[in-house]
């Protein structure tokens, strides 16, 4: 059990690769500088990017990608965790990776996630999205051993997938992290409730720092980071989609607490789902079990 200082940065990122690493450092930074040691940042950090061939046009591989390499050298410098929430990445297979970074205190990358749930998905009023015409979804879900927590890693539309979340914490993760470009239409509706059944369901803190505001290239973004205490109380909320930081002391100690009240991880048991014919008989279902 351990103590540590977080931070979720929320930014606005545009199409401009160069320029958005350039925020990323001063936020990181800043964050440093509050006294953070573990810092996230939002979803595609790197740059948000409608337009396919202008996304593929900037595309590197993760080895020569300028936010990973910018996170790698910060980290390093300021003595921090920094979690980078995600940035496109190409994959050595041709394919696109929506990839997140964790660099550590001598900026060596500790662990990397793909995101596994491809937002796609028709809205109201016209609004669309198909990820996965960009995107290869990952495969594995990912827990890092931190000094001060176990880590459980997602990124924005996995947050719709409790088994995820689930799966982590009963492989010990307490600090479940949701780095999101949740839309502002899905956002007004369930971000927050999302967020704060996560962590009650699972007795673990969540973290989710987001992406806010009109993009350059057309998108709204809902920004609202939070971060939620094991017991569903929001302890830090960023309340408006403009970029900022939000703080928190996160205590591990409060997870095994909430755990301790509220056992579902040790409770919850296998079942099986009887599919009910129509017009079956209570009898018929009583000589069947």
Not at 40 to 66: C, H, I, N, S
Not at 86 to 114: E, H, M
Not at 179 to 207: C, D, K, M, S
Not at 212 to 234: K, N, Q, Y
Request: hydrophobic fraction near 45%; charge should be negative.
């Amino acid at each position: 059990m351990a103590s540590f200082k977080a931070a979720a940065i929320q930014m606005r990122s545009g199409t401009d690769p160069e320029r958005n690493a350039a925020t990323f450092e001063a936020k990181v930074r800043e964050a440093a500088a509050g006294g953070a040691i573990y810092v996230q940042t939002p979803e595609m950090t790197g740059a948000l990017v409608r337009d396919k061939a202008a996304l593929a046009a900037a595309l590197l591989p993760e080895e020569r990608d300028l936010i990973a390499g910018t996170a790698a050298r910060l980290a390093g410098e300021l003595g921090l965790y920094l979690h980078v929430g995600s940035t496109a990445i190409a994959r050595t297979d041709g394919k696109v990776a929506n990839r997140a970074f964790l660099f550590g205190p001598d900026g060596a990358r500790i662990a990397t996630y793909d995101k596994i749930h491809m937002f796609d998905v028709d809205l109201d009023h016209g609004e669309s999205w198909r990820e996965s015409a960009t995107y290869e979804p990952g495969t594995e879900a990912v827990v890092a051993d931190l000094p001060f927590a176990r880590l459980g890693f997602a990124v924005c539309y996995d947050l719709r997938f409790p088994q995820l979340f689930r799966a982590e914490a009963l492989a010990g993760a307490e600090v479940l992290t949701v780095p999101a470009a949740f839309t502002r239409q899905t956002g007004e509706a369930h971000w927050h409730t999302l967020l704060r059944a996560r962590a009650i369901e699972n007795g673990a803190w969540v973290i989710a720092a987001a992406q806010g505001g009109l993009h350059e290239d057309g998108r709204e973004t809902f920004g609202h980071s939070l971060i939620v205490d094991p017991w569903g109380r929001i302890v830090a909320e960023q309340g408006s989609d403009e970029p900022g930081i939000v703080y928190a002391d996160i205590d591990t100690a409060v997870v095994a607490e909430a755990r301790k009240k509220i056992p579902n991880l040790r409770n919850s048991r296998e079942f099986k789902v009887n599919e009910v014919a129509p017009g079956a008989s209570v009898d018929k279902l009583r000589a069947a079990s």
